[in-house]
T-cell receptor
Framework: DAGVIQSPRHEVTEMGQEVTLRCKLI?????LFWYRQTMMRGLELLIY????????DSGMPEDRFSAKMPNASFSTLKIQPSEPRDSAVYFC??????????????FGPGTRLTVL | GQQLNQSPQSMFIQEGEDVSMNCTSS?????WLWYKQDPGEGPVLLIA???AGELTSNGRLTAQFGITRKDSFLNISASIPSDVGIYFC???????????WGAGTKLIIKP
């Protein structure tokens, strides 16, 4: 089975540009988590969805960040406008309620974002 | 906010040595998880613990859910070069989907 798929794997952009990160969940999973990882702050949860509904977005840094789940298997994280301090590795992880343990999150390979 | 204290931050060991790392918290967790992250990849689940006192093994890895539900440890026996990476603990509070993450333990094997 395919794992969590993220694209792009690497993104280099200039300050002020819009950035869109994409994530495809594992088939059959219904929970999605967006994380940001930096050396200084470690892994930070940005937002998570359950059955396409955003449950908690309290980790989203500011209004420049937005996330959507247009369907049950796909999500986007958008940063507009991007700033150098947004440079980080962004992970999405998927999980399933139906398998009994909701806590097992499967991570994608991440998108390394560099904002110049 | 909730915090997990993971230690040590890093370990330099010789191949073949045993490794031990732990996480502690002031909060009670329902679940403890241990993940490993290789360079350029996302964290991968190693072991999941669901009951206080539970001791679970995965090959050379053994993890325990502390009796107080406030701590967990991970042991790696007879380390090999592919064990290098960053190990994270994560805990789940109640029925909340969110995981609270430790800062990670970086394992380095001396040549």
């Amino acid at each position: 089975d395919a794992g969590v798929i993220q694209s792009p794997r690497h993104e280099v952009t200039e300050m002020g540009q819009e950035v869109t990160l994409r994530c495809k969940l594992i088939s059959g999973h219904n929970s999605l988590f967006w994380y940001r990882q930096t050396m200084m702050r470690g892994l930070e949860l940005l937002i998570y969805f359950n059955n396409n509904v955003p449950i908690d977005d309290s980790g989203m840094p500011e209004d420049r960040f937005s996330a959507k789940m247009p369907n049950a298997s796909f999500s986007t994280l958008k940063i507009q406008p991007s700033e150098p301090r947004d440079s980080a590795v962004y992970f999405c992880a998927s999980s399933s309620l139906t398998l009994g343990h909701t806590d097992t999150q499967y991570f994608g390979p991440g998108t390394r974002l560099t904002v110049l | 906010g909730q915090q997990l204290n993971q230690s040590p931050q890093s370990m330099f060991i010789q191949e073949g040595e045993d490794v031990s790392m732990n996480c502690t918290s002031s909060s009670i967790f329902n679940t403890w998880l241990w993940y490993k992250q290789d360079p350029g990849e996302g964290p991968v689940l190693l072991i999941a613990l669901y009951k206080a006192g539970e001791l679970t093994s995965n090959g050379r890895l053994t993890a325990q859910f502390g009796i107080t539900r406030k701590d967990s440890f991970l042991n790696i026996s007879a380390s090999i070069p592919s064990d290098v990476g960053i190990y994270f603990c994560a805990g789940q509070l109640g029925s909340n989907y969110q995981l609270i993450w430790g800062a990670g333990t970086k394992l380095i094997i001396k040549p």
